[in-house]
């Protein structure tokens, strides 16, 4: 299979800084959890190694793998979810990067194997309305990818919780991925606050879509060309 070198260089230095992120957030513990990343236009993926500590990780460390989890290029063996990881790519063309992590109030809704309800704006603007709870399933195979596609195939969520597991979170590319599992964990841990104090209010899904769209389509920092419009 032909490689793009300079591309899968890039990548894997982009996504062995993303891991760093994951602990910056406290989302991850010793080995637990990973990132991936789409290879543009090619049928391969670059993923963290299994068994390697953050401490240790490096750009040298990430693998690369095909769509069906093989080990294309590295020096080590890829991360036990990388079926997982690639299942989601080759069932979801629009999924540029994955995430997994074992957060701590995130992971605490999952052992619940109950959806964080949309009770804040934040989660109406990331997630489009509750956060969903997809089937307990074991590692080793593609069963945990199956969950991961089946459950988010009818949510505006880039999150979902795996019964008794722990969140994966999906993007455009893996920096879209990074935010949201970051963002999971600080509703998760809000909602579960708000819960201890009484029950928390749920929002219009009317106000609900309207914040996701807004959120999706206006947010953020606007284009050259929007600005030279406005200025026309």
């Keep these: 299979m032909s490689v793009n070198g300079d591309t899968v260089e890039q990548l894997r230095e982009h996504v062995a800084a993303l891991h760093g992120e994951l602990t910056r957030y406290g989302l991850v513990v010793w080995t637990a959890g990973n990132v991936s990343a789409r290879v ?69 809704w999952a052992a619940r194997g109950e959806p964080i309800p949309c009770v804040l704006t934040m989660v109406a603007d990331e997630f489009g309305g509750e956060v969903p709870v ?58 579960h606050i708000a819960r201890q104090i009484g029950e928390p209010i749920p929002m219009n899904r009317k106000d609900v879509d309207a914040l996701y769209e807004r959120y999706q389509t206006v947010y953020g920092p606007r284009s050259d060309s929007a600005t030279s419009r406005e200025a026309q």
């Excluded at 020096?75 to 990388?82: F, G, K, L």
């Excluded at 989601?88 to 995130?106: D, F, I, K, L």
């Design 40 to 108: 543009p236009g090619q049928d391969l993926m670059v993923i963290k190694p299994s068994g390697v500590s953050y401490a240790e990780l490096s750009a040298q460390h990430m693998v690369v793998t095909d769509l069906e989890g093989n080990l294309v290029e590295g020096a080590h063996a890829p991360s036990s979810d990388t079926a997982a990881h690639a299942y989601v790519y080759r069932h979801m063309p629009q999924v540029g990067g994955v995430v997994h992590t074992h957060s701590t109030y995130a992971t605490a």
């Design 134 to 191: 997809g089937p307990f399933a074991l590692i080793g195979d593609d069963s945990i990818g199956r969950g991961i596609v089946e459950t988010l195939d009818t949510s505006n969520s880039p999150a979902v919780l795996m019964q008794n597991h722990g969140p994966f979170t999906i993007g455009k590319d893996a920096v879209s991925a990074v935010k949201a599992a970051v963002m999971l964990e600080d509703v998760a841990r809000t909602v």
